[in-house]
C-alpha cells in the first residue's frame, strides 16, 4: 500500500507553462484527503519550488536543489548539504573554457550571468525543445522562469565562491551542443566530491554526493516510519532516477528521456496531460 507520493516539478507536476493544472491539484488533495503524504522533489530552489504549489492551493514537504534541502511543510529548513569550494572552483573553469552558461545555488539566492545573457540562452533553449512554439510565447516563459527565481547576476563567480557567507548547493551549466555538455561533464563522472546529473537534455547540474532526491526521500521516510516499498515516485528525468530507482512503485511521465521509462515500474500520460493526476488516481482506486 501506498503510503506517500513524491513528485517533481518541471517537466513532471508542472504543465509546460509552469502551472499545477487543476486535475493535477484536486488528486494530490485527494491522495492527502486518503492519508498519503505528497512529497515535491525537484531541482529547483525552494522558493521557485513554493510558489506553484501554493498558488495551486497545496501544502507540502519540499526536497530542493536536488536533495540538498529538505524543508517541512512550514518553510523550515531541516537539511542542508553544500558543495565543496574547490570543486565549485573547478565545475567554473571547465564551464568557462566551453563557453557555456552558468548558475550557481546558494544560500543568498542563484547567481547568474547579466540578464540580457540569460534570456538569450533561456530563448534560445525553449526554441530547441518547444520548435511549435512561437517566439512570444518563448519570450513569456523565459520571463517567467526569471520571476521564479531569485536571481543576483553577477560577472565575478571567483569571488562568489571565495565568500564565506556563501553556502553553495547546486551548480547548473546550460549548453545547446551535446558534445560540449559532454565535455564539462566528463571531468567530474568518477568524483568522489560530486554527483552530476540533469533536469533537461540541454543542461548538466551538480551536487554534493549526498544531494539526491533518491537519499532525501529515503530520509523523509524513514522519519515517517516508512518502507521505501510503501513509496511512490513519479519522474520524468534524470536527475529523478535516485527515487525512482529505490520505491515500491515508480512512474515515469509520457514525456519523460527514454532510460528514465526504462527504469521505471509504470509510464503515465505527459506533463500536458495530467499524468500526475492519472499516476494518483491509479492508486486510490
Known amino acids: 500500500m501506498i503510503k506517500m507520493i513524491a513528485t517533481d516539478l518541471d517537466g513532471t507536476l508542472l504543465s509546460s507553462v509552469g502551472e499545477v493544472s487543476e486535475q493535477n491539484a484536486q488528486a494530490i488533495k485527494a491522495a492527502q484527503k486518503a492519508g498519503i503524504e505528497v512529497v515535491i522533489a525537484t531541482g529547483r530552489s525552494y522558493y521557485s519550488a513554493y510558489r506553484p504549489i501554493n498558488k495551486a492551493g497545496l501544502k507540502c514537504p519540499i526536497i530542493c536543489l536536488n536533495g540538498a534541502n529538505i524543508y517541512t511543510v512550514d518553510a523550515q529548513m531541516t537539511r542542508s548539504i553544500k558543495m565543496g569550494k574547490a570543486v565549485t572552483q573547478k565545475i567554473l573553469h571547465t564551464v568557462k573554457e566551453e563557453n557555456a552558461y552558468f548558475e550557481l545555488y546558494t544560500n543568498k539566492g542563484v547567481y547568474s550571468m547579466d540578464r540580457s545573457n540569460f534570456m538569450d540562452v533561456l530563448v534560445n533553449i525553449m526554441l530547441s525543445a518547444h520548435p511549435e512554439a512561437t517566439e512570444e510565447e518563448i519570450e513569456k516563459r523565459a520571463e517567467q522562469r526569471f520571476q521564479?527565481?531569485?536571481?543576483?547576476?553577477?560577472?565575478?563567480?571567483?569571488?562568489?565562491?571565495?565568500n564565506d557567507e556563501v553556502d553553495i548547493y547546486k551548480a547548473l551549466a546550460f549548453s545547446l551542443e551535446a558534445d560540449g555538455l559532454e565535455r564539462i561533464k566528463?571531468?567530474?563522472?568518477?568524483?568522489d566530491d560530486v554527483t552530476v546529473t540533469s533536469s533537461g537534455f540541454d543542461n548538466a547540474e551538480f551536487n554534493h554526493p549526498d544531494a539526491q532526491k533518491g537519499i532525501a526521500l529515503t530520509l523523509l521516510a524513514e522519519d515517517r516510519n516508512l518502507e521505501l516499498s510503501e513509496v511512490m515516485a513519479i519522474g520524468d528525468n534524470y536527475n529523478d532516477l535516485s527515487m525512482l530507482e529505490i520505491v515500491g512503485r515508480s512512474v515515469a511521465m509520457g514525456n519523460a528521456e527514454a532510460g528514465v521509462k526504462k527504469s521505471c515500474h509504470y509510464t503515465t500520460t505527459s506533463n500536458d496531460q495530467d499524468g500526475v493526476a492519472k499516476a494518483i488516481k491509479e492508486i486510490l482506486k
Not at 521564479?148 to 571565495?162: A, G, L, M, P, R
Not at 566528463?186 to 568524483?191: C, E, G, T, V
Open 186 to 191: 566528463a571531468p567530474f563522472l568518477k568524483s
Open 148 to 162: 521564479e527565481e531569485n536571481f543576483i547576476f553577477t560577472k565575478d563567480f571567483q569571488t562568489v565562491i571565495n
